[in-house]
């Protein structure tokens, strides 16, 4: 019950790369709830270059829909309410609007210290723009054509030979990163080749003017770390880490990452334009909505004893957090989503891993043409079928590489949220979009962020912990049902299981499901049934017990959805037939119909 | 329904007559070569900088074959001494003097660091100068680093440039916006014109187009696969509608037919937060057009009557009016439920169309 002396109405605001939603969360009827939301496009790009223009505009609609006065004349938000109908009693707001941070690795070891370094980065919100091994510079000079000087009267190129090791040098200074980590050599291990990569950090730094210099984090041997200071300190600000490959078997990439994501913090979130103007209007520091996130994957995953996997397919960021007991991982790929980064999902992606999950037929060219305008219009929404299977094609795509490496099995509980869920408004589709790329075995539960407030409730706690656990569990997340997803090595058409669903109220189902196939049983939210599952030989599913695998399980807006497609999910080779298996899938999913 | 609901639509500017202000920057700090106040013409220069910066950080001890604390004394020119091509950087005497290990400089420039084992040459490209590019006034100077100047002129916005700049005069290619260029089309004549297109362009009339080195290219669409070509073209490009093979807009089109043999600048940076938006301007000056007032482009407002250019969809690239704005939202095709409002297009014709597949154009 909410606390007269706490905040009782709350404001909460996520400032995406694309757009701005602002959500309501008020005390009704003795407990915190969702009321309305806004939603507008970002601002923070020219020509507005503020973001407090999209802020104001989705509060404004606020206002409309709630004939709840929020901002004054002059446009400063009521902070605090004045009553009921005028103002908020607090503002929150999270972000993922930034650039970014680009960072360049510098490292010794390719396979080692280099690779960790890619992974800690990967896991912030950074990019990796030139990664320089010192083990991949040795070797053979390689041939480089070099064009001919304009004040030379040589007209043609010339090649030759280059040192791969001022290649590579060339490269680093070239790709002019916000930061360069330093990392190599193990805990106690050699030194001197740290030494010799870092004066050409040094170098490369010392020939920028000072006010264009990168800053440099050291997460290398630790018994390096004065001579490093003494060798770059001079140049530029230098902070120095845990190692980021303590010894030849362990990695520890928190140390680098908590430092990487404070320097976005300071390098990005602090330069949104407008960002001052919206720090006047909360108590608390705006923080990236991945950190809020990954706060609510973990409170569910706390709350409920669950392991919980949350993906956040934006416009610009996808994030994947797991939570499982006390451990989590987050997994950030800055500029890479379904909005104006398609467009690098186009360039680094095979275009025919894109092709393969569109049932309709349409040229490269036309296909190709339709995502990159996409990516020119990130705003824009589907509109016909075509266009909604391309926007599929890419979320999939999107999520599948961004969650390459996590652990998708043994999960109780997989919630999407982000622009797929604006842009998919059919729950069937989402339910299929997650299973396809992520590709999840066992048996857990789907749900999706309906409103895409979910970072936002998240972000709550740091004013009103009340607040932000009630609004989570009550308007946070749509359930969509349970779903049993086997691991087999069956041919299609052979009985991967064999279902008996006895709902609480009704008779008793039964099914054989085929391998190949998706089943999709209603079963309303709120209901409850038993099931029993037998899977065939060669079936594999986890609990199963003198070969039957029992639960009670809930139902949800889809009901329970038996994924018999096998790990992983293999597409016919030829067109026509895979084209027809997606669409069967879509069909199967209830992906066809819209939910009004 | 509440103006408040309506959300504030993306714009593309489509104007005969505005005042703008444009920075222009160097790619690396030097000098600029004009004060607040000087009027400009689109070719005169603002800003020089020495080199538009090529670092080549050399491990230098290494092809010595000495160690680190050992490489000064062979060192001939100093950290921020120039250097000329060929010129001996380092000698370094072995077999008793008779033979002597030297390090010459790749190319003319200045020895920008050394660190350790490592020293870093900064290597002179060619002298970069910066060009005004808009003719008008220089309104503010930022010491070593670039100008902004205020112009007044016709401007359209793209959605989507190959990067680069050029000028030139206008030239039409096409009859009409649906044409396609083709490379028949283009001859000599082009050399150093900005080309007006249709649609699109075939591969063959882009390569013809970089070999008459013409200044710039405006077209309508542009297949995804010649993105790339057009980039090692070196052909700045302005694209008005978006990927694909798309007829250029009625109002583009029209503006840019109504200034064929004027200079014009195409100015296609590419996609940053901070850059402005691909664009194409015609500078007018401002007497010249007695009679109407030079402003900035007004903002624009969705509202009925409003012009608008549908973006995505059905009838994408077509160009209507707000007819009406629906109080309740309704189900597209692909399953998903959008506010939006009625378009009644200039060809005849209405649709529902979401807003977010709606810009305001004009």
């Known amino acids: ?596 | 329904m509440s103006d408040a609901l309506i959300p504030a639509l993306a714009q593309t500017r489509v104007v005969k007559f505005a005042r703008i202000r444009r920075e222009r920057m160097l790619p690396t700090r030097g000098a600029v070569t004009v004060t607040a106040g000087n009027r400009v013409g689109a070719l005169d220069i603002v800003a020089k900088a020495d080199s538009a910066g090529h670092l080549r950080p050399v491990p230098l001890a290494r092809y010595l074959r000495t160690k680190e604390t050992a490489l000064a004394q062979y060192l001939l020119k100093q950290p921020g001494e120039d250097v000329t091509a060929r010129e001996i950087i380092a000698s370094k005497p072995e077999s008793f003097g008779m033979l002597r290990r030297i390090y010459r400089a790749p190319g003319a420039g200045r020895i920008a660091a050394r660190q350790g084992a490592w020293l870093a040459l900064d290597l002179m490209d060619a002298p970069f100068e910066l060009r005004a590019l808009y003719r008008g006034a220089v309104i503010s100077v930022m010491a070593r680093q670039g100008v902004v100047i205020e112009a007044t002129g016709a401007l359209v916005q793209g959605v989507w440039g190959t990067g680069g700049e050029g000028f030139g005069v206008l030239r039409r290619m096409v009859e009409t916006p649906e044409e396609i260029l083709s490379d028949d089309k283009i001859d000599v004549t082009a050399r150093g014109a900005v080309l007006l297109a249709g649609a699109g362009v075939t591969e063959a009339a882009l390569r013809r187009a970089a070999q008459e080195h013409v200044a710039g290219l405006i077209v309508g669409g542009m297949s995804p696969q010649w993105r790339h070509l057009i980039a090692e073209l070196a052909l700045p490009t302005l694209v008005t509608e978006g990927f694909g093979e798309h007829p250029m807009s009625a109002p583009i089109f029209d503006l840019l037919a109504a200034h064929i043999g004027e200079e014009t600048v195409v100015n296609t940076p590419m996609d940053s937060p901070t850059a402005i938006r691909p664009e194409a301007f015609i500078p007018i000056l401002a007497a010249g057009s007695a009679g109407e007032a030079v402003l900035p482009p007004s903002t624009l407002v969705a509202q009925v009557g409003a012009v608008v250019r549908v973006v995505s969809g059905a009838r994408v690239g077509e160009i209507g009016k707000i007819a009406e704005i629906p109080n309740l939202p309704r189900t597209l095709e692909s399953g998903i439920t959008a506010w939006g409002a009625e378009i009644e297009f200039n060809t005849g014709g209405r649709l529902f169309v979401p807003w977010e597949n709606l810009e305001l154009i004009g």
């Not at chain 1, 919100?125 to 091994?133: E, K, L, P, R, S």
């Open chain 1, 1 to 596: 019950m909410p606390d007269s002396q706490k905040t009782e109405s709350l404001l909460v605001a996520d400032i995406g790369s694309v757009t701005t939603k602002v959500g309501l969360v008020d005390a009704v009827n003795g407990e915190f709830r969702f009321v309305s939301a806004g939603i507008a496009a970002t601002t923070a790009s020219p020509p507005d270059a503020d973001l407090l223009a999209g802020v104001r505009d989705a509060i404004r609609q606020i206002e409309a829909r709630t004939a709840r006065q929020l901002l004054t004349d002059d446009q400063q938000l009521i902070v605090p309410g004045r009553s009921s109908t005028q103002g908020v009693d607090s503002f929150v707001a999270i972000t993922s609007a930034p650039q970014p941070l680009r960072v360049a690795i510098v490292g010794l070891s390719r396979e080692l210290s280099v690779t960790s370094a890619v992974r800690a980065v990967n896991g912030t919100h950074a990019v990796v723009t030139a990664a320089f091994a010192l083990d991949e510079t040795g070797g053979r000079w390689v041939p480089v054509t070099v064009p001919p000087s304009p004040d030379s009267a040589q007209q043609t190129a010339t090649t030759v030979l280059q040192d791969p090791a001022v290649l590579a040098a060339e490269a680093l200074a070239r790709a002019r990163p916000d930061v360069i980590v330093l990392v190599g050599g193990i805990d106690g291990g050699a030194t001197t080749a740290l030494y010799d990569l870092a004066n050409l950090v040094a170098v490369i730094i010392a020939a920028r003017e000072e006010s264009m210099r990168p800053l440099v984090v050291f997460a290398g041997n630790s018994a390096a770390r004065a001579p490093i200071a003494d060798r770059i300190g001079q140049l530029t600000p230098l902070r120095s880490v845990d190692n980021v490959q303590p010894t030849l078997e362990s990695a520890n990439l928190a140390p680098l990452q908590r430092e990487l994501e404070s320097l976005y913090d300071e390098k990005k979130v602090k330069w949104l334009p407008g960002l001052n103007a919206l720090t006047n209007w909360t108590s608390v520091p705006v923080i990236p909505s991945s950190h809020a996130f990954q706060n609510v994957i973990c409170y569910l995953a706390r709350r409920y004893g669950l392991s919980v996997l949350g993906a956040d397919i934006g416009g610009g960021t996808t994030t994947v957090v797991t939570a499982r007991g006390e451990a989590t991982t987050r997994v950030v790929h800055a500029d890479w989503g379904i909005g104006h980064a398609l467009e690098k999902i186009i360039e680094q992606t095979d275009i025919e891993r894109l092709m393969d999950w569109l049932p309709i037929e349409m040229t490269r060219e036309d296909a190709q043409a339709r995502w990159l305008n996409q990516s020119l219009r990130p705003r824009a929404i589907p509109v016909s079928r075509e266009d909604a299977y391309l926007t599929h094609a890419a979320t999939r795509v999107a999520l599948a590489t961004a969650a390459r490496g996590v652990a998708v099995d043994g999960l109780d509980l997989i919630v999407l949220t982000g622009g797929a869920c604006a842009s998919n408004s059919n729950l069937g589709v989402l339910a299929l979009l997650a299973l396809d790329a992520l590709q999840p075995q066992g048996v857990f539960s789907l749900a999706v962020d309906p409103f895409r407030l979910a970072p936002a409730f998240g972000s709550l706690a740091r004013v009103n912990a009340e607040a932000a656990a009630s609004v989570i569990e009550r308007d946070g997340f749509t359930t969509l049902g349970t779903v049993i997803a086997p691991w087999s090595n069956n041919r299609e058409g052979q009985i991967d299981v064999r279902v008996q669903i006895q709902p609480a109220s009704g008779g008793i189902i039964n099914l054989e499901v085929q391998h190949g196939s998706l089943e999709l049983v209603p079963l309303l939210p709120g209901q409850k049934a038993t099931i029993e599952v037998r899977p065939a030989g060669g079936v594999d599913l986890p609990h199963v017990k003198r070969g039957v695998f029992k639960a009670e399980i809930e139902g949800g807006a889809l009901g329970l959805i038996i994924d018999a497609r096998g790990r992983p999910i293999t597409l016919p080779s030829d067109p026509e037939k895979r084209r027809t298996k997606v669409q069967q899938w879509y069909w199967d999913i209830g992906g066809e119909v819209a939910y009004v």
